[in-house]
Each structure stands twice: as C-alpha cells, then as structure tokens.
C-alpha cells in the first residue's frame, strides 16, 4: 500500500491519473446524458436556447408609466 501511495505521489504518475479519472468521468456524464433517446432529443433542443427571441419565457417588466401610477397612490 505504501509503494501505491509513493507512486501517486510521483508528480508523472498523479498527472496521469488525474487524466484518467477526469477523462473517465467526462465520457459517463456524456454517455449519461446521450443515452436515452428521449433525454437526448431533449438536450438537443436546449442548445437553441441562446438564439432564441422569443420573450414569453421573460418577466414582465413595468412600464414608466406604470411605476409612476404605483407611486401616486
């Protein structure tokens, strides 16, 4: 176990296995995600989302002049 624990330590080898462990973890959230037909249609039509202009998802936002009726009475 110590001999394990010298070989993490090396700065090469904890490089290496800080590569496959991030790697590893990537390709299991990917795989996650793209799996099931009806989760990858969904996440698909989320990247459209910054190019969307539709305004109905937004809040309304208070006219002038609605503010200024609000603050008369």
Same mark, same amino acid.
């Given at each position: 176990? %110590?001999?394990? $624990?010298? $070989?993490?330590?090396? /700065?090469?080898?904890?490089?290496? %296995?800080?590569?496959?462990? !991030? /790697?590893?973890? !990537? ?6 995600? !793209?799996?099931?037909? =009806?989760?990858? =249609?969904? !996440?698909? #039509?989320?990247?459209?989302? +910054? %190019? ?7 809040? +309304?936002? #208070?006219? =002038? =002049?609605?503010? #200024? ?5």
């Amino acid at each position: 176990m %110590l001999s394990l $624990w010298e $070989w993490i330590q090396d /700065m090469g080898n904890s490089k290496t %296995l800080a590569l496959i462990l !991030f /790697m590893s973890t !990537f390709v299991g959230v990917v795989i996650y995600l !793209f799996a099931s037909p =009806r989760r990858a =249609r969904k !996440f698909e #039509t989320y990247r459209y989302i +910054p %190019l969307d202009d539709d305004d109905s998802h937004r809040e +309304p936002t #208070t006219s =002038r =002049r609605d503010k #200024t009726e609000s603050d008369e009475q």
